[in-house]
């Protein structure tokens, strides 16, 4: 097997996660983040869709973590985010960082709205 080593240009990675945050590019975000290829900031969880609906034109798929496990979204969540013609992938947020990681790393348009583990 080979193994490649992943670079990220000038894109935004998560580093890493534990309980109650997130580290994005070296900087410690406690609580939910939003992650962009550009960077992070706070996000103020599964009821604030705004921050989510103003990347409409700027990604193609945003993966939202649930946390430790995997639950559903609100459903105005998700048909506010697809009508504004968003792909949206839930899962667990471990999973939800990871698979953001790989396609970031592939130069695709995508976000993260994490909820801390």
């Given at each position: 097997m080979k193994l490649n080593e992943v670079t990220f240009a000038e894109a935004t990675p998560?580093?890493?996660y534990g309980p109650g945050f997130f580290r994005v590019?070296?900087?410690?975000?406690?609580?939910?983040?939003?992650v962009t290829e550009t960077g992070a900031r706070g996000w103020g969880g599964l009821n604030d869709a705004q921050p989510l609906l103003e990347l409409a034109d700027q990604i193609d798929v945003l993966f939202i973590g649930t946390g430790v496990e995997i639950a559903h979204i609100?459903?105005?969540l998700r048909s506010a985010l697809e009508g504004a013609g968003l792909g949206v992938e839930t899962m667990n947020s471990p999973a939800a960082c990871r698979t953001y990681n790989v396609l970031?790393?592939?130069?695709r348009r995508v976000a993260a709205a994490v909820l801390p583990v």
């Amino acid at each position: 097997m080979k193994l490649n080593e992943v670079t990220f240009a000038e894109a935004t990675p998560i580093d890493g996660y534990g309980p109650g945050f997130f580290r994005v590019g070296g900087v410690v975000i406690k609580g939910p983040a939003l992650v962009t290829e550009t960077g992070a900031r706070g996000w103020g969880g599964l009821n604030d869709a705004q921050p989510l609906l103003e990347l409409a034109d700027q990604i193609d798929v945003l993966f939202i973590g649930t946390g430790v496990e995997i639950a559903h979204i609100p459903a105005a969540l998700r048909s506010a985010l697809e009508g504004a013609g968003l792909g949206v992938e839930t899962m667990n947020s471990p999973a939800a960082c990871r698979t953001y990681n790989v396609l970031l790393s592939e130069r695709r348009r995508v976000a993260a709205a994490v909820l801390p583990v």
